[in-house]
């Protein structure tokens, strides 16, 4: 357990607190590119670290990423006209391009030259993986962006499921590297067979080689977070082999969670304030494998009008019960709750805004929870001291970085394993062995 003054460090990211600090030192995805595919389409407005943003893409395909509020009279630029390279205030026509310059300021003389006074606060864009990306941290110390693990090239596929939640980042997070409540809490989804590997089927459950509930947890921290494995006996061999799920968590809020056969598994959270959270899923692969958006947000449960707002906010929540269907669960379904990140979101939310985690009780399945505690809170002490931010620089993930699960001799290291992403079969390599080429 934490003490509270101890959460309160991993939890707070608005303003001035450490923990936003730290994390303002990696890129971060403000909103999805579909969210502003338009060149001169209507802004979109975002939140991040508590503080509020303007999206837009310019008349020459350009992606601004400012402060909400018009430099004049603090108004919301969400409703400005977005026309010829910049975005304009409708209440007294200031305009500012993509790099928060004011090049017109319709209501001033010419004469006063205001416009070479005022710099609005913008942020360095890029575009990657899906989503429009921005470094909020010092803008006289821009590090150069470096594709994640999850979308190593422009040629892989990302698929994403995004929603709104209404609690903080790290329990959300601490849900997605726990590996041992998926065989309770997905167990309807996620079932045992005598298979080979874990399988995915998009228009049924998918498919796990194990029965085993109580995996044996063991960690290994790295420079960017932490490795680690949930060893389960598996239903064939299980005198000589077993089944490895290994989970990478990659600082300051991203879980690699192991693929299935076709293809890979990221989770991405993003700090919206200190009791909200971009919660993002992801599908990511070889094009002809990995399923389209349609197929993922459909499959998953989060799709705009049909589960979700038009803002991303989950229409099952805490007040409506989360849409549980208590019939359906005399009926065999252990949650009642349809589609597994739906599930998921129903444990988080109700922990509350921030969890208080000075009254949790934890066990042996809790190791990577607790890990990510110490690594994040070691990693804030040395932010403190002056040292660089956790996954930057010479810390950051190696290229290749991936989760992984097998059916091994129980001899074999799973540290030492050598796992590659889940990729298009390719002559010369054995069926079931993924082969990742880049």
């Not at 129903?346 to 922990?351: D, F, G, H, K, L």
Request: glycine share 6%; proline share 7%; charged share 25%.
């Amino acid at each position: 357990m934490l003490t509270d003054e101890e959460n309160q460090l991993l939890c707070r990211i608005e303003g001035d607190a450490l923990m936003g600090q730290m994390m303002r030192r990696h890129w971060t995805p403000v909103c999805l590119i579909e969210e502003v595919s338009e060149p001169d389409g209507a802004p979109v407005r975002a939140r991040i670290f508590g503080e509020d943003l303007v999206v837009f893409r310019d008349t020459e395909g350009r992606v601004g990423v400012m402060d909400e509020y018009c430099p004049h009279r603090r108004v919301s630029l969400v409703f400005g006209r977005n026309e010829e390279c910049g975005l304009r205030c409708l209440y007294h026509g200031w305009k500012m391009d993509v790099k928060g310059n004011v090049i017109e300021m319709v209501s001033e003389p010419p004469a006063s030259q205001t416009t070479k006074k005022v710099k609005h606060r913008a942020y360095e864009t890029k575009e990657w993986g899906g989503f429009v990306w921005a470094y909020m941290g010092p803008q006289d110390a821009i590090p150069q962006f470096v594709p994640p693990p999850w979308a190593p090239t422009a040629g892989v596929r990302v698929t994403i499921a995004k929603a709104i939640l209404p609690c903080n980042w790290a329990q959300v997070l601490e849900g997605a590297i726990d590996s041992a409540h998926s065989s309770s809490l997905h167990s309807s989804d996620i079932v045992p067979a005598r298979v080979n590997s874990a399988e995915a089927k998009m228009d049924a459950t998918w498919l796990r080689p194990s029965t085993d509930k109580a995996p044996r947890m063991q960690v290994e921290r790295t420079t960017y977070g932490f490795r680690y494995a949930a060893l389960r006996r598996p239903i064939q061999n299980a005198s000589s082999h077993d089944y490895v799920r290994s989970t990478v968590f990659v600082a300051p809020a991203t879980a690699l969670i192991p693929p299935n056969n076709t293809y890979n598994i990221a989770n991405v959270n993003v700090p919206v304030d200190d009791t909200t959270t971009a919660f993002y899923f992801l599908a990511w692969g070889d094009p002809d494998n990995t399923p389209d958006t349609e197929t993922w947000r459909k499959y998953l449960g989060q799709r705009v009008g049909t589960d979700l707002d038009e803002r991303y906010r989950p229409l099952r929540n805490r007040e409506n019960n989360f849409w549980q269907d208590r019939e359906s669960m005399k009926n065999g379904s252990f949650t009642g709750i349809q589609g597994f990140p739906n599930q998921d979101i129903a444990m988080w939310v109700t922990m509350g805004p921030i969890s208080n985690r000075s009254e949790e009780r934890l066990g042996a399945s809790d190791l990577a929870v607790v890990e990510f505690r110490r690594v994040m809170l070691d990693a804030l002490n040395a932010f403190q001291e002056g040292d660089t931010a956790i996954g930057t620089g010479e810390k950051a993930p190696p290229r290749g970085l991936c989760s992984f699960q097998a059916i091994v001799p129980k001899d074999t290291d799973w540290r030492s394993f050598d796992a590659s992403p889940v990729w298009e079969k390719r002559e010369g390599v054995a069926a079931g062995e993924p082969n990742y080429q880049v």
